[in-house]
């Protein structure tokens, strides 16, 4: 039942949640949902007190060390939280947003008063799957912390619109010093990298499923034989990487230096900074890349604990 703005409350806003999921973010985020719903309703002053609750999954492989857990479990854990805080006997909490991380969840509530945050909390621990819990709380009768959310929401949508029409200004860039055929080439050499990207990013997006659905956790693949393949990245990657920054930083070149370089000139700096960029950062990722190999769940492995 749709309930205008004027009208919606706190609790109206938790019984009809309207979730949006919000890709990325900065460090471990894998993904946001926010329940939008909350930025129309009235009374959110009457929750000043903000819980937030990280949920911990903490896999070992057969001699001990800690291994990624599989998104299947992290998404289980957190509609287990999520349909735990809908149905449970706890008035007076608020679920505003769901945070996936590489190793955690972590939920952001808002409560009426301490003795709300510490029903909020035995319900999440009874929700995790004996999984450790942490909780942190403090006073947020503005709710700063969902209003940045909201804003963190807005700027990444806004780049998912934005992001195809890259191209067509990186072209314009280059054609406003260097005529219409560089421009042409600039804008063709951006669409080749960040178009491809753009579909298969909504084409692997996963579906929206309803909270309290079955998750199916993927087969895990036989080990492969000899070690090619779990090589980090090759040749081919550090090309494409260099590849990718040349023609950013030649629209750039072309915007501040067209008026006193040539096109050639221009396109040999960019590619100068496209190969020494991806070469500085090239062993970090390398690294990077064996460390996460290295901590994936291995074959037969048996789930979080209590499964």
Not at 97 to 114: H, P
Not at 139 to 168: H, I, N, T
Not at 270 to 292: E, H, I, K, N
Request: net charge positive; aromatic share 8%.
């Amino acid at each position: 039942m749709l309930v205008s703005a004027k009208k919606l409350t706190v609790e109206a806003a938790a019984a009809s949640p309207d979730w949006q999921v919000i890709p990325g973010g900065s460090g471990e985020t894998v993904s946001r949902r926010l329940n939008s719903a909350f930025r129309r309703a009235r009374g959110r002053s009457a929750y000043p007190v903000r819980m937030t609750a990280s949920v911990r999954l903490h896999h070992v492989n057969s001699v001990g060390s800690p291994v990624l857990p599989y998104p299947a479990d992290l998404a289980a854990v957190a509609d287990a939280v999520v349909q735990a805080v809908a149905d449970g006997p706890a008035p007076g909490v608020a679920l505003v947003a769901v945070i996936t991380k590489l190793t955690s969840v972590e939920f952001v509530l808002y409560a009426e008063d301490e003795r709300r945050v510490a029903e909020a909390r035995q319900l999440v621990q009874a929700a995790a799957g004996g999984h450790p819990v942490t909780v942190q709380t403090g006073r947020d009768a503005r709710w700063k912390r969902y209003r940045l959310l909201v804003r963190e929401g807005r700027q990444a949508r806004l780049g998912l619109v934005l992001a195809p029409f890259f191209p067509l200004l990186a072209g314009a860039m280059v054609y406003a010093h260097y005529g219409l055929w560089w421009g042409l080439g600039e804008a063709a050499a951006c669409a080749a990298w960040i178009l491809p990207w753009y579909v298969l990013y909504w084409a692997k997006r996963p579906a929206r499923r309803p909270a309290g659905a079955p998750v199916e956790r993927p087969a895990t693949k036989a080990a492969g034989k000899g070690r090619r393949g779990r090589r980090g990245p090759g040749g081919w990657m550090f090309a494409s990487v260099a590849a990718v920054l040349t023609t950013l930083f030649f629209s750039l070149v072309a915007l501040l230096g067209g008026a006193y370089l040539a096109p050639v000139v221009s396109l040999a700096i960019a590619a100068a900074a496209g190969v020494l960029l991806t070469a500085a950062v090239w062993p970090a990722q390398r690294r990077y890349t064996a460390l996460l190999r290295s901590r994936q769940p291995p074959t037969g492995h048996a789930g979080p604990p209590g499964t």
